[in-house]
């Protein structure tokens, strides 16, 4: 059963602290996004990959985010330092694109940063 | 103005009756859409796409795509209580290289 698979599923931390999230998309899938969902602000883009390139990553703010694709099988968002503002769940999501394509949503990493 | 936008509910419906969710978009070069439905605490899942003009049937559920009012819909039919959740309206455009682009979310429960 393919799934998109992401760690950890759930994060604590303090104010100031690194944080780190894996994704390991669907085997195959050429594509990567990064969304960032809040009751607020809803399911947002933040950055998204295809062939381990990053194609947008406007979404993201640059001075603490960063999102690498160090290879196919793992993406990467990092926030440094986080901010109780960065509380949110953040899905990785993958898709093959083919000039059309369908997504796949990862189960989210729930993080809180107090 | 978002570039998705949808009601954001909350829709009741009975159970059993017709449920419609409705989606508008702003960019006319969208190509691709799609209905994601979301329960509490879980991640979005695909129920629906659609590409051309007209409607989409598969089960229960209805996708209805009009580029020219750039609307999109989706009927839920026999609704269930098990179809309670929030459903997530997704455009992509053909330009943005499969960007989806999604909307805030219609949420729905469904009275037994």
């Known amino acids: 059963d393919a799934r998109v698979t992401q760690t950890p599923r759930h994060k604590v931390t303090e104010m100031g602290q690194e944080v780190t999230m894996r994704c390991q998309p669907i085997?195959?899938?050429?594509?990567v996004f990064w969304y960032r969902q809040t009751m607020m602000q809803g399911l947002e883009l933040l950055a998204y990959f295809r062939n381990r390139a990053p194609l947008d990553d406007s979404g993201m703010p640059k001075d603490r985010f960063s999102a690498e694709m160090p290879d196919a099988t793992l993406a990467t968002l990092k926030i440094q330092p986080s901010e109780p503002r960065d509380s949110a769940v953040y899905f990785c999501?993958?898709?093959?694109?083919?000039?059309?394509?369908?997504?796949?949503f990862g189960e989210g990493s729930w993080l809180t940063v107090v | 103005q978002k570039e998705v936008e949808q009601n954001s509910g909350p829709l009741s419906v009975p159970e059993g009756a017709i449920a419609s969710l409705n989606c508008t978009y702003s960019d006319r070069g969208s190509q691709s859409f799609f209905w994601y439905r979301q329960y509490s605490g879980k991640s979005p899942e695909l129920i629906m796409f659609i590409y051309s003009n007209g409607d989409k049937e598969d089960g229960r559920f209805t996708a209805q795509l009009n580029k020219a009012s750039q609307y999109v819909s989706l009927l839920i039919r026999d609704s269930q209580p098990s179809d309670s959740a929030t459903y997530l309206c997704a455009v992509n455009g053909d330009t943005n290289a499969g960007k989806s682009t999604f909307g805030d979310g219609t949420t729905l429960t469904v009275k037994p």
């Open positions: 085997l195959g899938h050429n594509t």
């Open positions: 999501a993958s898709g093959f694109w083919t000039g059309r394509n369908t997504i796949y």
